[in-house]
């Protein structure tokens, strides 16, 4: 089979030397993203998407995605959880139904991309029916009336349908909104009442609460630390001060490896100025990315330095591990034992 990326002496010095004795032999990645691209049309144009995450790659079908776990962790056992990606009401079924396929084929846990609207009976029965394990909701699928800056959880993750995720014991994979992230006091006070409402949702906050800074915290951790159910995955996330935080907060039991492949293929570093994330890429390798905020170019030799973005995430990680003094069985809980608890209380598939 074709690989889907290149893989560079840099990239195999890196597992070697940082990562592979560091991770688990058995992993689950709780944040994945498939789909085919004749399935998308427009679903990704919207001005509360960030642009660079469709640089890295116009599909992701299943067998490059299972193929990408070969290359960037040989000789582990990598199961992914998958969902698609932006759905639309219009394109939502066939989306949702490649996930359920895919998943199908390959003994794969899946989550079921879900829009507001969509009544409880009918998310129900598809939930049901395509075997998912619950739901994965995004903050662009907002009603368009609603300032970025306004958007509420509850906007795109409607109380009806938490209400049948209690019902069922389902996962929420919540994405959070607000461009305050993390630290914003609404942000944080509704996390907080989803957990207290709707206590048997297993509940996971994507990314860190999106903290990627580390002024996107605030006081979000001291606030948090009080919580006792929900759950955090640090997919596409680098910053090794907010994990080491995170850590300290709630402890190793209630956090997830996820990654967001596949743009965790992105070849970058991560760095933060004034406040902001900006993905550093090799010149060229991305195309124009000039207009994109969140991104600078590099020329060799600095360029010839960078790997992917899956190992420095997993390099910030190990850092804050350390630094929190967890130990081999942490890790093991955090990289598998963990999701594979929440999956498996839902429907024993991971052995």
């Given at each position: 089979m074709k690989h889907p990326f290149e893989y560079k002496k840099i990239d195999s010095d890196v597992y070697d030397t940082e990562l592979k004795d560091f991770l688990p032999s058995k992993i689950i990645d709780i944040h994945t993203h498939i789909w085919l691209s004749r399935h998308r049309e427009d679903s990704q144009h919207s001005d509360r998407l960030v642009t660079w995450p469709s640089l890295v790659a116009p599909e992701n079908p299943v067998e490059d995605h299972l193929e990408c776990y070969k290359q960037l962790f040989p000789e582990k056992d990598v199961t992914p959880m998958v969902f698609t990606t932006i759905v639309t009401a219009d394109n939502c079924t066939i989306n949702n139904n490649y996930i359920s396929e895919s998943a199908g084929k390959y003994n794969l846990p899946a989550l079921y991309f879900a829009y507001p609207e969509m009544p409880a009976e009918v998310l129900e029965q598809n939930i049901l029916k395509g075997d998912f394990l619950g739901i994965k909701v995004y903050l662009s699928l907002s009603p368009g009336y609603i300032p970025d800056d306004e958007i509420r959880i509850y906007d795109f993750l409607p109380p009806h349908q938490l209400e049948l995720m209690n019902k069922h014991g389902w996962i929420v994979m919540l994405h959070i909104p607000r461009s305050t992230r993390l630290?914003?006091?609404?942000?944080?006070?509704?996390?907080?009442?989803?957990?207290?409402?709707?206590?048997?949702?297993?509940?996971?906050?994507?990314?860190?609460?999106?903290?990627?800074?580390?002024?996107?915290?605030?006081?979000?951790?001291?606030?948090?630390?009080?919580?006792?159910?929900?759950?955090?995955?640090?997919?596409?996330?680098?910053?090794?001060?907010?994990?080491?935080?995170?850590?300290?907060?709630?402890?190793?039991?209630?956090?997830?490896?996820?990654?967001?492949?596949?743009?965790?293929?992105?070849?970058?570093?991560?760095?933060?100025?004034?406040?902001?994330?900006?993905?550093?890429?090799?010149?060229?390798?991305?195309?124009?990315?000039?207009?994109?905020?969140?991104?600078?170019?590099?020329?060799?030799?600095?360029?010839?330095?960078?790997?992917?973005?899956?190992?420095?995430?997993?390099?910030?990680?190990?850092?804050?591990?350390?630094?929190?003094?967890?130990?081999?069985?942490?890790?093991?809980?955090?990289?598998y034992n963990n999701s594979k608890k929440i999956i498996n209380s839902i429907r024993s598939i991971i052995k």
């Open positions: 630290k914003d006091p609404v942000n944080l006070a509704q996390m907080i009442e989803i957990e207290e409402r709707y206590p048997n949702v297993k509940l996971i906050i994507a990314h860190v609460g999106r903290a990627y800074c580390p002024e996107d915290i605030g006081d979000a951790f001291k606030v948090l630390s009080g919580t006792k159910r929900m759950n955090f995955d640090f997919s596409a996330n680098t910053n090794a001060f907010v994990f080491e935080k995170l850590i300290n907060a709630v402890g190793p039991g209630r956090i997830l490896f996820g990654s967001d492949l596949p743009i965790l293929r992105m070849r970058m570093k991560r760095i933060c100025i004034e406040g902001k994330y900006i993905n550093v890429v090799p010149k060229g390798m991305y195309g124009d990315v000039s207009y994109d905020p969140n991104m600078k170019e590099v020329l060799p030799p600095e360029a010839d330095e960078l790997t992917f973005f899956m190992y420095e995430e997993l390099r910030a990680f190990k850092k804050a591990a350390a630094k929190c003094g967890l130990g081999k069985s942490d890790i093991e809980d955090i990289f």
